[in-house]
């Protein structure tokens, strides 16, 4: 028997118990006459001690040649210890060894084994077997599972029925490159990887299955930004004869389910925003709320009093940073300015205001407005003495998002941004269509498969161009915490309107035909109006265990470039095999 206790359950109601623990070496203390040794497992981590006395001599000697990250089994008894130490479960007690066996030794591992490890992040994931003992990595992934396992538990209880669908599929646009794989039985011809189940569950609800998901790899090959990875997991629902409400509140409530049951939280309320709404506030389709600090546009105070700079600009907007206006020397500002200045947010200058607890207002455009002037800006706000107005001019969707990062930066500082807080938020109708000024193209926002608003059909199928571009859908987006937790939208059950969209978005209809002829031949043959979303995953988790980086939460990740550092993929393949799948590319060997 290699084990009776992990390393993670021994208490003082075991003293005096005979035992066997099995686990890795996490590291020794050797005091001649004695030693002590921590063994870790994924339960905990209990205290060995080793003396001569109660031990054989060769034992001992053994114990002396243990390196971290041996693996050993020890059995011994359970004492009190003297000295306990408050910080583990384990802490009140020791093992006094009697018996040892090394079960497989180790090299000294290229980084410490412990939460806060000396290894870089490539390092890491190039032994991502080691990385994976460290605690924090196996806590992220213990709670992905236990998400995983109350997702399905909500959702089949709700009826939804779990189906696979494949993995080598044809393209389904949403809106990144597909990842391909040549046939070998069918030469020169490809697979695509699913960036999404979307056309397969919306054949599921033609097929009759009424409630459909899936915890569901998909696949997108994105420039990789920060926080990407080119695999990512899906919970996929889709649903038949509902409305968006319903939708909405199914989900609503899973995502309540799963802080009550994961974190045993309860969620505040689940407030809708449409997209306007949100832009026009915030400057993002995905605000954090969880702080205020809203945008006040200040064009009908700020224009027509003679500061180019503002009598040129589409729109002057601002933000207020409350109780700031004495935290802010003329040094911070200058430094806040360079900051919002930088290529990445582009913002040509920043104006302030500062009202101040003596009653004098300061302002870097003070020699253009009254004390009057200013104090009208303030009233928009609603500023208090102590209060510190952020305003920034110019294009009006430029300066919307360069708005958003400022508040963003701002609501950090100010520690506004709490990780252990959460304020969901569903941001709802969207534009149906995007107009790409460079390809001169419309974009589906969100996919073309999603249905515009009812109101919104007739015109849809007989309007112009500008018209087009009015378009709301049926689309929505679950928001916490100001990161976008999934999507979804009702969908177009149409065919007519379906070829509609495709034509809008350049397909010819011989293309259409090509790419989605099933879809559009589904719909001939009895389709239920339905509609459904995805939540990513491995954001969920990472969002509600407050974190921001869901490669800490996928077992095993790849870097910026794409790059498995582990099992070193991507990777050359031989030419026989490019052979075999008429792919003709032999790169010349390296040297
Ligand atoms: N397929 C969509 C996505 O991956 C979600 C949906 O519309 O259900 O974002």
């Known amino acids: 028997m290699y084990r009776t206790h992990n390393c993670g359950e021994l208490r003082m109601a075991n003293v005096g118990e005979e035992v066997t623990l099995s686990g890795w070496i996490q590291g020794s203390r050797d005091l001649g006459f004695m030693m002590y040794t921590d063994l870790r497992d994924r339960y905990g981590i209990t205290q060995l001690i080793f003396t001569e006395e109660n031990t054989t001599k060769e034992v001992f000697e053994s114990a002396r040649t243990l390196g971290r990250e041996y693996v050993v089994k020890v059995k011994g008894t359970v004492l009190e210890r003297k000295s306990k130490n408050p910080n583990i479960p384990t802490g009140d007690i020791e093992i006094d060894v009697n018996d040892l066996e090394i079960l497989n030794a180790s090299k000294v591992p290229p980084f410490t084994i412990e939460d806060d490890t000396d290894g870089g992040d490539e390092l890491r994931m190039k032994y991502r077997y080691l990385d994976l003992r460290r605690k924090p990595v196996q806590e992220n992934l213990i709670f992905r599972s236990r998400v995983a396992v109350e997702t399905r538990s909500y959702l089949s209880q709700a009826g939804f029925i779990e189906v696979e669908t494949p993995v080598l599929i044809k393209s389904t646009p949403e809106g990144a490159r597909d990842f391909v794989v040549p046939s070998r039985m069918n030469k020169g011809q490809f697979y695509a990887l699913p960036q999404s189940p979307q056309t397969f569950k919306q054949i599921l609800m033609v097929g009759g299955f009424d409630k459909y998901f899936q915890l569901v790899k998909c696949f997108r090959d994105e420039d990789l930004r920060a926080d990407r990875q080119p695999e990512f997991t899906q ?56 702080f205020g600090m809203e945008f006040h546009n200040l064009n009908g105070v700020a224009k027509g009093k003679g500061f180019p700079v503002f009598d040129s600009a589409e729109l002057v907007a601002g933000i207020n940073a409350e109780g ?216 969920l988790c990472a969002v509600m265990m407050g974190q921001n980086t869901i490669r800490d939460f996928i077992a095993f990740p790849k870097n910026n470039q794409g790059r498995d550092m582990m099992i070193d993929a991507p990777s050359p393949i031989h030419d026989e095999q490019l052979d075999e799948l008429c792919l003709g590319i032999h790169l010349p060997k390296e040297a």
């Open 235 to 290: 919970i996929d629902c889709e649903m038949s004869f509902v409305t968006q409400e319903e939708i909405l509140n199914t989900f609503e409530g899973l995502t309540r389910y799963l802080f009550k049951t994961c974190k045993g939280l309860d969620l505040p309320e689940f407030p809708r925003m449409t997209y306007d709404e949100a832009m026009e506030k915030y400057g993002s389709d995905k605000p954090d709320t969880r």
């Open 324 to 539: 700031q206006a004495d935290n802010y020397s003329n040094k911070d500002i200058k430094k806040l300015t360079e900051w919002m200045q930088r290529p990445q947010i582009g913002a040509k200058g920043l104006v302030y205001v500062k009202f101040n607890t003596d009653g004098s207002i300061k302002s870097s455009v003070g020699k253009f407005y009254s004390d009057d002037d200013l104090k009208a800006w303030g009233e928009e706000f609603g500023a208090k003495p102590g209060d510190m107005l952020l305003i920034l001019s110019g294009e009006e969707e430029k300066t919307r998002k360069q708005l958003n990062e400022l508040r963003l930066e701002m609501g950090e500082r100010m520690g506004l941004r709490n990780p252990q807080e959460f304020k969901p938020l569903w941001v709802v109708d969207f534009p149906l269509l995007e107009w790409d000024e460079d390809t001169e193209r419309f974009h589906a926002m969100h996919h073309p498969f999603t249905s515009p608003k009812k109101e919104d059909v007739e015109r849809m199928m007989n309007g112009d161009h500008e018209t087009m571009k009015a378009l709301r859908a049926d689309a929505y987006d679950l928001v916490i915490n100001g990161v976008e937790i999934g999507g979804g939208s009702i969908r177009i059950h149409d065919r007519d309107l379906q070829s509609r969209n495709f034509d809008l978005l350049g397909f010819t209809r011989e293309e259409a035909m090509a790419q989605f002829g099933f879809l559009l031949g589904a719909f001939e043959y009895g389709a239920p109006p339905h509609g459904g979303l995805a939540f990513g995953f491995d954001r």
